[in-house]
């Protein structure tokens, strides 16, 4: 099993940027996708989800209007769209693949780091 993140980097307050996380060794079409996030000193929270059947997706009320979720089955990969960042979106970004039929099976990637400043 493998899951890799891309995409992070710096970017300015107010821009874009789109990560991605390619995933391998499973079968990802059965797993719940999430992006987690971790800033310094804090704890890990979900970012947002997007469902194996259906697509359906959840956000946290903070990216709410500003990062889109999406998956590409056929490419087995997830994306997250991130747009009018903030300095408060600074932190390290996580691709979480949770089997839909277990609550325990479940994979991680490393992490890309994500940094909004001026």
């Known amino acids: 099993v493998q899951i890799v993140e891309s995409g992070g980097g710096l970017v300015q307050p107010g821009g874009s940027l789109r990560l991605s996380c390619a995933a391998s060794?499973?079968?990802?079409?059965?797993?719940?996708l999430s992006w987690y996030r971790q800033a310094p000193g804090k704890e890990r929270e979900l970012v947002a989800t997007?469902?194996?059947?259906?697509?359906?997706?959840n956000y946290a009320d903070s990216v709410k209007g500003r990062f889109t979720i999406s998956r590409d089955n056929a490419k087995n990969t997830m994306y997250l769209q991130m747009n009018s960042l903030k300095s408060e979106d600074t932190a390290v970004y996580y691709c979480?693949?949770?089997?839909?039929?277990?609550?325990?099976?479940?994979?991680w990637g490393q992490g890309t780091q994500v940094t909004v400043s001026s």
């Open positions: 979480n693949a949770q089997y839909m039929f277990s609550a325990t099976l479940k994979y």
């Open positions: 060794g499973f079968t990802f079409s059965r797993y719940v």
């Open positions: 997007i469902t194996s059947v259906g697509g359906t997706t």
